[in-house]
């Protein structure tokens, strides 16, 4: 078989193996004389080995692990995932703890500063005494 | 006292029995047995290690929610690929930025040495990096539809039936698309 080039429909017939007899050792033959057709054949084989042997090394155990928990979750929802008594019950001590916990934390908070209120109190009173002494003196000093 | 079997050591279509009767552990061996070659295919098809993932996953939970409708006619794992297949392409067309390949995960790091040609390119110039390259971004490039038949074809070895099959599409359809993918990629080629 002559040929120019391998058209396209001939290269994907030879790649695809479609071809067999007169057609397929034309082509062969054709491939021997033609080194454009041959480096793309080339080049695109090439390409596709190179592309069948990369792939991520994967975490199989993980990957499984977590559809396994997937599946898991789906089943708890299917069924309702029913809610024990005793989770019910842990919730609402848990709340009654934090309350009480808060109230005495407000109490304490409360008695806190009317201790600190006290002992502003009394600072501001030291403080005018100290006010008032230093005045008194000054005015005995402009008196003299 | 006769000894129940491991599911790791059960073929896929007791495990499928059991996992259709509500036996998790059969569907898990199913799952890590064909994991690895569901990853690469998802991979290959998003282009991030990430997203492939997710999309294997999804795939996985689907066939347990729908392996009632499975009637083990096709082995366990063509199944599964059709399902993935689904996914991803549901992820692409969602992506909306079609023309974008991930090159730098799907870089490795042989992958700036040269590559050897097969036969019958083997005694000539070897596959160099930026031919490589070139033809990467010009598959990187094709429409969704034509890249995932490059794939299903070149790479995951599907006959033209099979992925008419897993796409829905009639053969010819495939073989056009094919075809095209092809003389795309070799027309970058020549332009690059």
Redesign the interface.
Known sequence: MRMEHLD??L??AY??GELSGEELAGI?EH?KTC?VC???????????????G???Q?D??A??A???G???L??EKRHGAATPWWRGAAVAAAVLVVLAGGGELYRARLAYHKVLDREVAMAVKEHQALRLGELSGLVGEVRE | MARQREPANLEDRELVRRAKAGDQGAFSALVERHASKALTLAWRMLGSQHQAWDAAQEAYLSAWRNLGQFREEAEFYTWLRRILVNVCLHELRQRKRDNLVYLDEYQHPGEQQKIDGGDPGRDFPSLAAEQRLALKKALGALPVEHRVTFWLHEVEGLNYEEIAEVLGIPEGTVKSRMHTARGLLRKALEEG
């Open positions: 396209e429909k290269a994907n790649l695809d062969e491939l080194p041959r480096q793309w054949l080339g080049i695109y084989r090439g390409f596709l080995g190179s592309l069948t990369e792939a991520p994967w199989v155990d990957f499984t977590e559809v396994r997937k599946l898991e789906a089943r």
